[in-house]
């Protein structure tokens, strides 16, 4: 349990110093321009 916590802990450390100092992709937003992207290639129903 210790090492759980203690390995968490770390990662979010690491994870919020990441994010604060390097310019980490909004993996949501490519998610959704992909989306868009996806349904703007479909063809339409005949």
Do not use: C, H, S
């Amino acid at each position: 349990m210790l090492q759980f916590l203690a390995g968490f802990t770390l990662g979010n450390i690491v994870g919020m110093f990441l994010a604060q100092n390097y310019e980490v992709p909004n993996i949501a937003k490519k998610l959704e321009d992909f989306k868009k992207d996806v349904e703007a290639k479909k063809k339409p129903p005949e």
